[in-house]
């Protein structure tokens, strides 16, 4: 069975799937599946603009709307993305399954290894973010609730936080229509977001362990060799010495070669997306925070639920940077093994240090994915998009 059959892509097949999204779905109502998946939406994006457009000049109550607009775009262009990029993100996970059939013993648990870390960051991040999407359309019902448990002398009202223009009296007055309307494709779009994102995670884990097994097979050279030392007698154990790491250092440098060959697939793939996919999340969460103020003197709930969205998001835009910075440090680790692999000794053969002085020029400049090739993506990055949030909204203040 192919790898990416498995347990390990599990979250991504499965959610992408129900979209007609999986790269290896075929057949000839595939391209129906997909249309008839995405055309639903227009339900209740084109009720949101027309509405946004109604409030254009109501500054408050129109960045509640662009906020789920902004939300439906990125559930759309990850949709688009996946269905147009087919073969490149089939091309990704056929080398994934190539892998696992090319490693054996040590290298093949490496691989396993970080395979069962990325489902397990994926489990966590499909739970947290379809929940919290629940969560945010069910907490309308948190005065209901609390009038129950510390009732007043006259009912809560009730807080939409996504308003629409149908322009049908009856569902336009109707509270738990634009709910469940808009809640609906809430859920339909994070299912798409997630079971994009988590196949992001399984590449970039991928990707680690091939750099993992590199740095791994450079620094087992010297420990070989001493292991020779104790098996050989005095004659023969300078050649084979020699033959023992030249042996070891040549499949590191094809591993090495086959990591970065990997890397410039999974970057390729991705790179155009996640300039796109920053900038969507940054101004969903700059206003989002601006909401949280705004509204959130009005109610309680509003300023919970929109802080909900908030850390969604920004859990968001770290599922989008952290691997990247994986990806960087364990290529940088590749550099570091080679500089204490005792290159420096008479044992080492001279074909053995020139192919040593390649991996270290390949690695001295680390692996990185980039947002477009505008920006790295790493924790770095991170902390400056959350700063660049807090800077719009501090303007956003100001202006108000």
Partial sequence: MEIYNGEYFVHGRFFVK??????FQSGKFNK??????????????????????????NFHNLFVCIISILFFMHYITKFLYLSLKKKQFQRL????????????????????????????????????????????????FMPRALDLIMPLNESRPLHQVRVLRYHIDALDDSVYFVLFHGMFFDVVSIVVIVGFDTLLINCAQHACA??????????????????SNERVNLLTQRSMRKNIYHRKIVKATIIHKHALEFFDVLESTYSFLNFSIIGISLSTVTLAEFAILDHGREAADVMMRFALL???????????????QLIKDHSLEVHASCCECQWYKDDVPDESKKLLVVIMLKSAKPSCLTAGRYFVLDLQNYLQIMKASLSYFAFLRSVN
């Fill in 18 to 23: 129900l979209f007609g999204l999986w790269p």
């Fill in 32 to 57: 129906i599946h997909q249309i008839m998946m995405i055309l639903p939406l227009g339900t209740v994006f084109i009720p949101l603009c027309a509405k946004a457009y109604e409030l254009r000049h």
């Fill in 93 to 140: 996970l056929k080398k994934i399954d190539n892998d696992f059939s090319l490693f054996r013993d040590s290298s093949l648990k490496i691989i396993h290894d970080y395979s069962n870390s990325a489902k397990k960051f994926n489990m966590f991040y499909s739970i947290y973010l379809v929940s919290s999407v629940i969560i945010f359309n069910l907490g309308i």
């Fill in 210 to 227: 091939l750099f993992k097994i590199a740095s791994t097979e450079i620094r087992d050279c010297t420990e070989e060799i001493n292991q």
């Fill in 310 to 324: 908030v850390a969604g998001q920004f859990l968001n835009i770290l599922y989008q940077n952290y691997p990247g």
